[in-house]
């Protein structure tokens, strides 16, 4: 069973958590997340299983959006609203003063992780060291802000639409603009609706999930393949089996092979990693491209 599943994950259990239950309901190890939400976030949840863990990491690079909900006036430790209320003040703030902070917010280029977050300094998490009460710094982390917008606001508590490079907390966000507005923020709610190219469109509630046979053609119906989960990839695809049967023995082909016109279609260029496909669509391998149009495996999947 190789393939990815896009989980809608409900609130109250961690992305491991879910990860656990998928494993057990279809029996087997290989079963991994490409992208954690906290265990209070809900939303796009992206699992791959069997061969489809071998381009996790493809899947993981992509931006990010979500709906966030928030609160002005409030700060707590955990910067949402699970966490000890350190700050409660009275708030006045115009929309258009909101505005403009959330619009400065997207030249930010580099944030500090919250302190109740799976960020590791000197090898331990950092709610680790919240939990005990020890102050700790943590490197900021280089990050992109593509979109951040207003959808609504009552005066103190509204909802915004975040876009996102990886590794982004939208809670640290909400933040600094509660800082930045002088009142403290905090978030309410934080639902993932798009990881890379994959969306709450594409997504299975974990219930349903659990409740068909994992055996099942409706299960099955559920997975997505390795190709069809990464679309932004090129893809080249090769209808001969003599260098399929190459490839998934680790060997690369050469210029020759590649110039006899093994190529079904070409869509990379010189340096850029490609997945090769064969002719009933499933994934083959990773690759890069060299100049001499040869062909170097990055991983045979």
């Not at 990491?57 to 909900?69: A, E, H, I, N, P």
């Not at 509204?158 to 009142?183: N, P």
């Amino acid at each position: 069973m190789d393939g990815i599943l896009v989980i809608d994950k409900p609130k109250g259990i961690t992305s491991h958590g879910v990860v656990s239950k998928i494993r057990r309901h279809v029996g087997m190890k290989r079963v991994g997340h490409a992208g954690t939400l906290d265990p209070d976030a809900t939303g796009v949840l992206v699992l791959c299983l069997g061969n489809a863990t071998k381009i996790s990491s493809c899947l993981m690079q992509g931006d990010k959006t979500y709906r966030v909900g928030f609160r002005l006036g409030v700060m707590t430790d955990t910067y949402d609203s699970t966490g000890n209320i350190l700050v409660e003040n009275e708030v006045s703030v115009e929309s258009e003063k909101l505005l403009a902070e959330i619009e400065a917010l997207k030249r930010k280029t580099l944030q500090a992780p919250p302190p109740y977050s799976a960020v590791k300094v000197k090898g331990k998490k950092l709610y680790m060291y919240a939990r005990q009460g020890t102050k700790v710094e943590a490197p900021l982390r280089e990050i992109h802000v593509s979109e951040f917008s207003l959808r609504r606001f009552d005066g103190q508590e509204g909802e915004v639409e975040i876009g996102c490079s990886k590794g982004t907390f939208v809670r640290s966000l909400i933040h600094d603009l509660g800082k930045a507005l002088g009142c403290g923020g905090m978030t309410t709610f934080i639902r993932r609706t798009r990881s890379g190219h994959l969306s709450l469109d594409q997504a299975h509630s974990l219930e349903e999930l659990l409740n068909k046979d994992p055996e099942s053609s409706q299960f099955r119906d559920c997975l997505l393949s390795i190709s069809q989960a990464t679309p932004h990839i090129p893809q080249l695809k090769i209808s001969n089996e003599q260098p399929i049967i190459q490839l998934r023995h680790g060997i690369s082909l050469t210029s020759s092979q590649v110039k006899e016109g093994l190529w079904k279609h070409h869509a990379g260029k010189d340096g850029e990693t490609c997945l090769i496909i064969d002719h009933e669509e499933e994934a083959v391998a990773l690759v890069v491209l060299q100049p001499d149009l040869s062909i170097r495996i990055s991983r045979v999947i």
